[in-house]
């Protein structure tokens, strides 16, 4: 079993800055993949990006490719998601997700979530 705790969240300008973390529990995680989902009000969840167990390979929408980096650490059982240059349409609720096969945490298919943290955009 694994919980995860989201943080980080909160309103910014456009072309601030935030970093997310998500706190995951359990002695399995440095085993697990790890994803970024967001949902905007009225839109379905979409992939944001992920990264597998040892940091060796991410991946990234192409609307945050080159703004968005994934990491993680894990001897603190957390990953982050440092936002660059954001913009209002980067605006939704961030869900740290977690499983342990990477494919099926990148295809919105992980086994575990979090409950979201709310990431706002002004223009």
């Known amino acids: 079993q694994v919980q995860l705790v989201e943080s980080g969240g909160g309103l910014v300008q456009t072309g601030g800055s935030l970093r997310l973390s998500c706190a995951a529990s359990g002695r399995t995680f440095s085993n697990y993949s790890m994803g970024w989902f967001r949902q905007a009000p009225g839109k379905e969840r979409e992939f944001v990006s992920s990264?597998?167990?040892?940091?060796?390979?991410?991946d990234y929408a192409d609307s945050v490719k080159g703004r968005f980096t994934i990491s993680r650490g894990n001897a603190k059982n957390t990953v982050y998601l440092q936002m660059n240059s954001l913009k209002p349409e980067d605006t939704a609720v961030y869900y740290c997700?977690?499983?342990?096969?990477?494919?099926?945490?990148?295809?919105?298919?992980?086994?575990?979530w979090g409950q979201g943290t709310q990431v706002t955009v002004s223009s």
């Open positions: 997700a977690a499983g342990p096969t990477y494919a099926k945490v990148r295809a919105n298919g992980a086994a575990y």
């Open positions: 990264i597998n167990y040892n940091g060796g390979t991410t």
